[in-house]
């Protein structure tokens, strides 16, 4: 008689950036799997983008959507890697072809984190000195900031979060401001000063939860990924990315967002503003949470009437320049 050898299942691999963060983001997710399914073998392989290689120019100068996934969505698409986790928040909303987000995990405390100096440990956001430098490199983050706090001046911070967090003790600014959700991934939630309301600051598009990219023609890929799968985070996640998708704004824009689930509903919250903080047009709208994408859909199109629209194409015209 004979005996039918079975094959073992293929190795998965998982694409990553390399920086600490990252890597951190992208090992719970292979230990989660491992989890889940312990007969299968998922092995991490890291990759440098064009993000992580450019640090000395500002993020919204260097004109790319795709600046923290291009490399790993070409590996996905040679069949050098099986699927790539990203921030949710760096992952374009529009994908290459070939390509989807097979899953969302749960998310974060989405919000945005003030870090002081230690000369300023006894001040919050809103009672910082005039003149007191912040460190931020995200359009969205400075636009609301500007609006609320046009006494404080703003400096442009790069570099990985070890990186920023030495500028900022070293005295090259008096606080910055990174994500909640980053700070507590890598331990460091002593550094957390003060989480800034969303009254003041309207978070990213998808901040706080991990997107995971694969290949649309991988059903064995995309079935080991529903696992990780957290249904409101991603009901929420994907009524943020068809809003940012509808006003066609890019990662680097000043678009920010707050979502809240309650029961069914789902209630969206969106901002757009000017670089200089001078025009804002916020909106929000509430729906079944069934109907993420078409809520983000509806938000964008309530906001374009109320101008938008004019304020996304005076930063695209000037971004261009």
């Avoid at 000063?193 to 990219?213: D, M, R, T």
Wanted: proline letters at 4%.
């Amino acid at each position: 008689m004979s005996s039918t050898v079975t094959s073992p299942p293929r190795t998965i691999r998982i694409g990553s950036r390399k920086s600490q963060l990252a890597l951190v983001q992208t090992y719970w997710v292979q230990e989660q799997l491992q989890k889940h399914f312990p007969d299968r073998t998922f092995e991490v392989q890291t990759m440098s983008t064009q993000g992580d290689k450019i640090l000395d120019v500002a993020l919204s100068k260097i004109g790319d959507k795709g600046l923290f996934t291009k490399e790993l969505e070409v590996g996905m698409l040679n069949q050098e890697i099986d699927f790539a986790v990203h921030s949710l928040k760096d992952l374009p909303t529009n994908l290459p072809s070939g390509l989807m987000l097979g899953t969302v995990t749960e998310r974060e405390n989405p919000a945005d984190a003030l870090v002081v100096h230690e000369n300023h440990k006894d001040k919050q956001i809103d009672t910082l000195p005039k003149g007191a430098v912040i460190g931020t490199s995200s359009l969205r983050r400075l636009a609301q900031l500007r609006y609320h706090f046009p006494h404080l001046a703003f400096k442009d911070v790069r570099g990985n979060l070890n990186t920023r967090l030495a500028k900022l003790d070293a005295g090259e600014y008096d606080a910055i401001i990174l994500a909640v959700a980053g700070l507590e991934r890598l331990g460091m939630s002593d550094r957390i000063h003060q989480v800034i309301p969303a009254e003041i600051s309207l978070h990213a598009v998808g901040q706080g939860a991990l997107g995971i990219e694969c290949r649309a023609d991988d059903p064995e890929v995309l079935e080991l990924l529903k696992a990780l799968e957290h249904t409101p985070t991603a009901q929420r996640c994907y009524a943020e990315r068809s809003f940012l998708r509808s006003l066609e704004g890019g990662c680097q824009v000043p678009i920010g967002v707050n979502t809240q689930l309650d029961g069914e509903t789902l209630t969206l919250t969106g901002i757009v503003a000017s670089v200089d903080g001078k025009q804002v047009v916020k909106d929000v709208v509430t729906g079944n949470a069934a109907n993420a994408e078409q809520l983000g859909i509806e938000l964008a199109q309530k906001m374009r009437q109320q101008g938008a629209q004019e304020i996304l194409e005076a930063i695209f015209a000037e971004q261009r320049s």
